[in-house]
């Protein structure tokens, strides 16, 4: 019994009405940068200036906008317990620009301690630190999170009163 396997390789976008469509696509599922998108078909783009065209006629059309991805990222990111560090490096990997990750991330020290301080009860429960070498892990998982020294170092001052 010998049958045909579908490919698993997407068919090549030729002209821009195609690359539109699949652009349109990923967009539906959820926000992208530019960079995301350009990454995520490039590969399938027989002429990449007809991609860079199609994604500036998606932004001028306000379909594509590095914005409105930078707010939901920060706002998914924020909720699943990460930190502002880990979310401003993983913006800019995404190729938003600076000002842009600036403008999105939260100057309220305060909401990144409440934030951490449910990332801690969640991970931890109420149990307070009893030794260095616990207190040294927390640290470092709450570091690799993307929350700063400072910011640990007073939701666990909280959590010890």
């Known amino acids: 019994m010998n049958r045909k396997r579908p490919s698993l390789k997407r068919p ?15 967009l539906a599922r ?9 990454n ?3 590969d ?14 998606l932004i001028e059309d306000n379909l594509l906008s590095d914005q409105r991805f930078c707010e ?6 924020t909720n699943k317990g990460f930190g502002p560090v880990r979310i401003k490096a993983e913006l800019r990997d995404r190729g938003v ?3 842009l990750i600036e403008n999105s991330l939260i100057n309220d020290n305060t909401a990144w301690i409440e934030n951490l301080n449910k990332v801690i009860i969640k ?8 030794s260095l070498k616990e207190l040294a892990r927390q640290q470092r998982f709450l570091l690799h999170r993307g929350f700063t020294f400072e910011q640990i170092r007073q939701a666990i001052r909280l959590q010890s009163e």
């Open 72 to 77: 939901a990222y920060v706002y998914s990111r």
């Open 123 to 130: 991970k931890y429960g109420d149990i307070s630190v009893n």
């Open 12 to 26: 090549n976008l030729e002209g821009a009405t195609d690359i539109r469509r699949a652009a349109m696509d990923l």
């Open 97 to 99: 620009k600076p000002s």
């Open 40 to 42: 995520k078909l490039l």
């Open 44 to 57: 399938r783009v027989e002429n990449p200036t007809v991609l860079d065209t199609v994604l500036d006629q």
């Open 30 to 38: 959820r926000e992208h940068s530019r960079l995301e998108l350009v």
